[in-house]
């Protein structure tokens, strides 16, 4: 089930959005969330939208993965709406009830931000479904690789992610392993209350810590074993390619932000 | 035979332990040769295999690796010759698929990445794991990974491998298939082989044995003569291989046999060639 949460994320499919280079991908994200903020009227936030539609429907990623994705943000999208709608209190009312006012301003203000976070939510599922993590590390660590000039422990975080990334799915069998022992010495992790649950944790995370230690010497052991020594003088067999399609995709947003700086008032 | 490897009285204590883990121990390695390593739980097998990976250092005696002296300058030439595989097949994996690990140490001796891509798909080719390339360690079954290990191993193109119990978690067809992966390797490529092992059975076969005990080299010897041993072994704390065990049953009840058997086949054939005299 946990397994699910981390690398159910990737939906393999061939399309352009995938066969993108991650850097660019990467890049391509971070430059959106800037570029939303230029919009503030219909037709600018209409562009943004048609963009989004356009990105998933060249990603070729089925739909129900998306909204799967968008479920866990849902609610605070509503919330951030529904704040808005309350607190903003400026131009025409055009509702009243009771207690309740609802204004122009607050309406127009709710609907173009909730909108603006449920896009950026939209194109960094486009990003996780698209990309493995794995890629993305490579990606991190490659546009990070200026930092190393000051120091910044780039190779070694981005080594830690792509081990971590290795181990989840044996750390996961193990963790099942041990709930089944544990459960036949008659610990009960299912049920009772909040206090009995935590108490039945105990077992299950003590000997796991303790062959994660164990694993992590082996492995050390094990990769200076085969000559590690740093990041330095190192090749990279994992190998990145800058393509035409990923400088498109970048013009492809510059152009979008020029014609929202031109529809924005 | 030239001498690969030449330790003289190595000995080598852990820090804040109170007993040597090994001993005075000198013994050379030749070229070419399986060496079977045998010895009860704590004789200071995986210590020496460490120390000669420069892993750890012995605090007295040398250790020559083909005519270069092990230290901290040399350290890293010694590692692209020895190659390690260790027991736990998860816990050496570092990359995050088949390909990823085996490229793991030619990365780190900086190996240009067109001829990383040739050395990845050729090394794995050798040990058949060629179709997995893009496989997933979770995926792998425990002798899968072990011939992924040694892929990763032999990319590297070591003269000498040394396996710490690299079969001992698998079952048996896993360990049939790493043994019989090592022993082509070595055909096709002249490798030396130092095989670290609780497995009697598999020790027979190799050139020569080392068994080692309570930190010292106990006795050395072909396999014929190790085996001559018997009791001894047991009182050693190892298990004698059951065709062994068998010959010796059999002289015991007056049948002759020629000699005692290491390989269950050579009993067999034995056997059913002889004319019964009973
Ligand atoms: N990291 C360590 N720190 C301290 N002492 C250690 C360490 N590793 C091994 N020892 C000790 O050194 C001695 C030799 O251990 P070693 O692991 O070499 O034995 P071994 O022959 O490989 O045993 P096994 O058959 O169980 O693998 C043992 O007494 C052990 O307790
Ligand atoms: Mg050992």
Known sequence: ?265 | MNELVRLQDISFQYDEEADYALKGVSFSIYEGEWLAIVGHNGSGKSTLAKLLNGLQYAQEGTISVDGMLLSEDTVWEVRKKIGMVFQNPDNQFVGTTVQDDVAFGLENHGVAREEMVDRVRHSLEKVKMDQFLDQEPHHLSGGQKQRVAIAGVIALRPNLIILDEATSMLDPRGREEVLDTVRELKQDHQMTVISITHDLEEAAKADRIIVMNKGKLYREGSPAEIFQMDEELVQLGLDIPFPVKMSKLFKEKGIPLTKYHLTEEELVNELWTSHSKM
Request: glycine share 6%; hydrophobic share 50%; proline share 5%.
């Open chain 1, 1 to 265: 089930m946990m397994e699910k949460m981390i690398f159910g994320r990737y939906v393999p499919a061939q399309s352009i959005i995938h066969r993108m280079d991650p850097r660019s991908k990467l890049i391509l994200i971070f430059l959106f969330v800037c570029v939303v903020f230029i919009a503030n009227n219909v037709y600018t936030y209409a562009a943004l939208i048609i963009y989004t539609f356009a990105m998933i429907l060249l990603s070729k990623v089925p739909v129900r993965f998306i909204i799967a994705g968008l479920k866990p943000v849902f609610l605070l999208v509503i919330f951030t709406l529904i704040l808005h709608l309350f607190l903003t209190r400026e131009g025409a009312i055009i509702f009243e009830l009771g207690p309740i006012t609802i204004y122009e301003e607050g309406l127009r203000q709710g609907i173009f931000i909730s909108l603006r976070f449920f896009l950026l939510i939209l194109m960094t599922s486009i990003l996780t479904l698209t990309t493995t993590p794995i890629e993305i590390t490579d990606g991190l660590e490659t546009l990070l690789g200026p930092l190393k000039k000051v120091k910044f422990p780039v190779h070694e975080l981005a080594l830690m992610m792509s081990i971590s990334l290795r181990f989840i799915p044996t750390l996961m069998g193990e963790t099942d392993k041990i709930m089944k022992a544990q459960t036949a010495r008659g610990v009960d992790f299912s049920g009772g209350p909040i206090k009995e649950r935590v108490k039945a944790v105990i077992p299950l995370l003590i000997p796991l810590f303790v062959s994660s230690f164990k694993r992590a010497e082996e492995l050390a052991t094990a990769m200076e074993a085969r000559g590690y020594r740093g990041g330095e003088g190192r090749t990279k067999y994992r190998q990145l390619s800058w393509r035409i399609t990923d400088t498109m995709m970048l013009l492809l947003l510059a152009a979008l932000s020029v014609i929202l700086i031109l529809l924005r008032t």
